[in-house]
């Protein structure tokens, strides 16, 4: 298994202020000419004009993994799961390793339909080789909104709540190897 980058995946950031901002919509821009135009960078957009080289130049599939999470969170666009989906797919058939991630909250959330936990478990056993910790994330979410509501109330002999959690070795697991959300999780 490869190691999980640690580093930023750009050299400069995307701002991503609001879909109103224009070096936002320029840096999404740029993302999607790089994300639909594998092994070269455009330097121009499809109607000819330059594109300000505000965000440092990405793989064809990480900026359409980029793209998935922009559209997924709304993120200087409007929330669009569907499109998110789209892109994350695109990422997958451009071989970014994290794209099972992005297709396997797309499978929990249900971006293009009902929720598919079966689905969303076909692509977090290929993420597992990649990112264990994330995979172990994903697993316990899908096994969180699958079991009944819980409340966090202490059972005798218990000394907190947390250990009610379902499937909480997955969340400890996934949080001693580093994934940042099963942290949150935990901590809240």
Same mark, same amino acid.
Not at 88 to 102: D, K, N, Q, T, Y
Not at 136 to 144: A, F, G, N, T
């Given at each position: 298994?490869?190691?999980?980058?640690?580093?930023?995946?750009?050299?400069?950031? /995307?701002?991503?202020?609001?879909?109103?901002?224009? &070096?936002?919509?320029?840096?999404?821009?740029?993302? @999607? #000419?790089?994300?639909?135009?594998?092994?070269?960078?455009? $330097?121009?957009?499809?109607?000819?004009?330059?594109?300000?080289?505000?965000?440092?130049? #990405? $793989?064809?599939?990480?900026?359409?993994?980029?793209? =998935?999470?922009?559209? %997924?969170?709304?993120?200087?666009?409007?929330?669009?799961?569907?499109?998110?989906?789209?892109?994350?797919?695109?990422?997958?058939? %451009?071989?970014?390793?994290?794209?099972?991630?992005?297709?396997?909250?797309?499978?929990?959330? =249900?971006? @293009?339909? $009902?929720?598919?936990? !079966?689905?969303? *478990?076909?692509?977090?056993?290929?993420? *597992? $080789? #990649?990112?264990?910790?994330?995979?172990?994330?994903?697993?316990?979410? #899908?096994?969180?909104?699958?079991?009944?509501?819980? %409340?966090?109330?202490?059972?005798?002999?218990?000394?907190?709540?947390?250990? !009610?959690?379902?499937?909480?070795?997955?969340?400890? *697991?996934?949080?001693?190897?580093?994934?940042?959300? &099963?942290? /949150?999780?935990?901590?809240?």
């Amino acid at each position: 298994a490869q190691p999980i980058e640690a580093a930023p995946v750009l050299s400069a950031p /995307i701002r991503l202020q609001g879909p109103d901002d224009p &070096a936002t919509h320029r840096d999404i821009q740029r993302l @999607k #000419v790089q994300a639909n135009a594998p092994g070269r960078i455009a $330097s121009t957009n499809r109607a000819g004009g330059s594109i300000p080289q505000t965000a440092a130049p #990405v $793989s064809a599939a990480r900026a359409a993994w980029l793209l =998935g999470l922009i559209y %997924l969170h709304g993120s200087g666009v409007a929330r669009d799961p569907i499109q998110a989906a789209l892109w994350f797919e695109r990422a997958r058939v %451009l071989g970014e390793p994290l794209s099972s991630a992005g297709l396997a909250w797309c499978d929990i959330e =249900g971006c @293009k339909g $009902s929720p598919d936990p !079966a689905g969303a *478990r076909r692509w977090i056993a290929q993420l *597992r $080789s #990649v990112n264990p910790a994330q995979a172990d994330y994903l697993e316990w979410v #899908v096994q969180s909104r699958l079991s009944p509501v819980q %409340l966090a109330v202490p059972q005798p002999g218990q000394t907190s709540p947390g250990a !009610a959690m379902p499937s909480r070795e997955l969340l400890l *697991r996934s949080a001693q190897r580093g994934d940042v959300n &099963a942290r /949150i999780e935990l901590g809240l």
